[in-house]
């Protein structure tokens, strides 16, 4: 029999530990003299304590430590938890993929801001003399669909890559006003077929290198530009897809291009 403090310095877990262990119902001495209070573990202690400190080291938390040491008659129950807690881990692993990847287009473009602030910005005219046009209205990713009508309908006729159009100068999380846009050969189209036309307008521009919905810092930058020349912004908001998913293979987001277009009046 060990005292709390030999069965301390044994299990490698502090007497507070120990204590706390105690009122959860895990580890219960093998006695306790009533006069004193004293507490007194033995063998199976020892191998309790060491059954915890394993199941904490591969995630369990104490919850669920009280569960399987109640549970738990031989491997295979035990096997039940280490499945469930298997599917968790991989749920985990998932998510902090993901902020890897986030974490790296945040250093890259964190870097990129080192560079001068107005690279890659270009002023240019931009217009479409006959493009075919889907108004669409709801969430952001609306505008694929939008895309397939438009190429089932005029695919044999479009040129380029898809553009599209924001009529709103800001964020939505829903009820966002946009057009899906795919440039026409206006010599090929047949006359019966409605198209469009955007005429001449100054603009500027730059290309996004990364995944959709990261082209904020380029955003910032056009914007920037346009308030230190004093170039007035006007709808829409354009982007100019120019490198994406493919129809079969998605590829990496972080190659996409995205030409980020914003209008402007002098």
């Known amino acids: 029999m060990l005292s709390i403090g030999e069965f301390s310095q044994a299990s490698r ?22 006069i004193s ?10 191998e309790r304590a060491q059954s915890i400190v394993l199941l904490k080291e591969l995630g369990f938390t104490l919850k669920e430590i009280q569960k399987i040491l109640a549970d738990c008659d031989s491997e ?14 991989e749920r985990k692993l998932s998510s902090l993929k993901k902020m890897k990847r986030d974490l790296q287009q945040m250093k890259k473009l964190t870097a990129d801001s080192y560079i001068e602030e107005y690279s890659g910005i270009i002023e240019f005219d931009f217009e479409l003399p006959c ?30 890559k898809p553009f599209t159009f924001y009529s709103d100068m800001e964020y ?9 846009v795919i440039q026409l050969n206006e010599n090929m189209v047949r006359s019966r077929l ?16 990364g995944a959709y919905g990261t082209q904020g ?23 100019h897809y120019i490198k994406g998913p493919g ?20």
Do not use: W
């Open 76 to 89: 295979d129950d035990l096997n039940i938890f280490i499945e469930k807690k298997l599917t968790e881990v």
């Open 37 to 46: 209070g004293y507490r007194y573990f033995n063998q199976r202690n020892f």
């Open 172 to 180: 939505k999380e829903d009820n966002v006003h946009m057009e899906a």
């Open 131 to 160: 493009y075919a046009g889907l108004e669409l209205v709801g969430k952001y990713e609306l505008i694929g669909k939008g895309f397939a009508r438009l190429y089932k309908e005029y695919g044999r006729f479009a040129i380029g």
């Open 247 to 266: 129809m079969i293979f998605r590829g990496n987001p972080d190659q996409y291009q995205t030409e980020c277009i914003l209008l402007i009046d002098y």
């Open 13 to 34: 877990l502090s007497v507070k530990t120990i204590r706390y262990y105690q009122e959860l119902g895990i580890l219960i001495p093998s006695e306790i003299d009533e």
């Open 217 to 239: 810092a380029s955003y910032v930058k056009l914007y920037n530009y346009c308030r230190d020349h004093d170039f007035p912004v006007k709808a829409p908001v354009i982007e």
């Open 194 to 209: 409605k198209t469009k036309s955007f005429r001449k307008s100054r603009a500027v521009k730059i290309i996004h290198h």
